[in-house]
DNA sequence: TATTGTTATACTCTATAACTATA
DNA sequence: TATAGTTATAGAGTATAACAATA
């Protein structure tokens, strides 16, 4: 049962599993952010809030774009601002509670944002040129997979006995 | 040919893959910092740069080190020096050439670093516990296969005529 | 009391560019 | 001149915690 038991390093593969995926997604999101920086004068936080809205015609609310962005609520303030300072979203009140807002695009965000998204999906494209349709699938389900599970695992910091 | 031009969103495939990767690098990504701090006092660069040193007894020179954490050098000097400060890592002037270091771990490093990859290894086999060894390895490829066209493609700012 | 959102703050991480010293 | 590494600086990105208004 434990005959290769040797202090650690017993699961290597999934370590290089993670080590390949780690430095790809930065490889990516690098070019990413440095293409939104230099073509648009933008950056990943602030597009990834509009990608949010995008399909939301009525808007989120800051807790729930906070929750999807994987963010403290103090930041999306912060993005928030910059964009209605700039007209591309803007805060809308909601009826029924007043201390909450649901921030929604502007037709100009909107606009905006299609150039942007246009774009970026061309270099995502271009990304995972290398791989066929199927592989694609494959690994896009392989990697629902992984994050279902993750996500049904609340994290053991104890050993559950 | 051109029957399904619709101005975008005709790979649709590929950006909902990258979504998904991003995510997921993201999750991972943030539970292995929290845990690094809580347990350890440390972070995911350190982490990385002692990582980097683990199996080159010899160490490397700072720009190996740059290149192999994907950043510039002035940053390597600053993690470098914290190692240095507490005793984990340590400059070997390099004979032949006196601008340049080695850095390597000492003793002490090396033990500490044997400590948190052991913990860091057991976050990951758990984060990829959803998948058996054949789909470990299949995601693996996948993600090969990517990088490696990722790096191939130098990245087309125009269209080559 | 609990929740929504804001403000204030601090720290990590990063890139850029000017600099020193060797080569 | 070019290279190795450092220093200085600015900005992105983030979490934390205290706070105000409303529920």
């Known amino acids: 049962m434990d005959m290769e038991a040797r202090g650690h390093s017993e699961h290597p593969e999934a370590l290089r599993l993670w080590l390949r995926m780690l430095t790809l997604t930065q490889l ?5 952010r440095s293409q939104l920086r230099e073509q648009f004068g ?7 809030l509009m ?4 399909r939301k015609p009525k808007g989120l609310k800051m807790n729930e774009l906070s929750r999807r962005m994987m963010v403290t609520g103090g930041n999306v303030t912060g993005i928030t601002d910059q964009l209605v300072t ?4 803007e805060r809308i009140e909601v009826e029924g509670d007043r201390r909450a807002y ?3 695009l502007t037709p100009q965000g909107r606009k905006q944002f299609g150039d942007m998204a246009r774009q970026h999906e061309e270099w995502i494209v271009a990304a995972f040129d290398g791989l066929s349709p199927a592989e694609v699938e494959a690994l896009h389900q392989l990697l629902g997979k992984v994050k279902q599970h993750f ?3 609340p994290l053991e910091t104890e050993p559950t006995p």
């Open 42 to 48: 933008t950056t990943l936080p602030r597009f990834d």
């Open 86 to 89: 700039e007209g591309l979203v």
């Open 151 to 153: 996500n049904d695992t």
């Open 28 to 32: 990516v999101e690098k070019q990413v």
């Open 102 to 104: 649901r921030v929604r």
């Open 51 to 54: 990608a949010q809205l995008e």
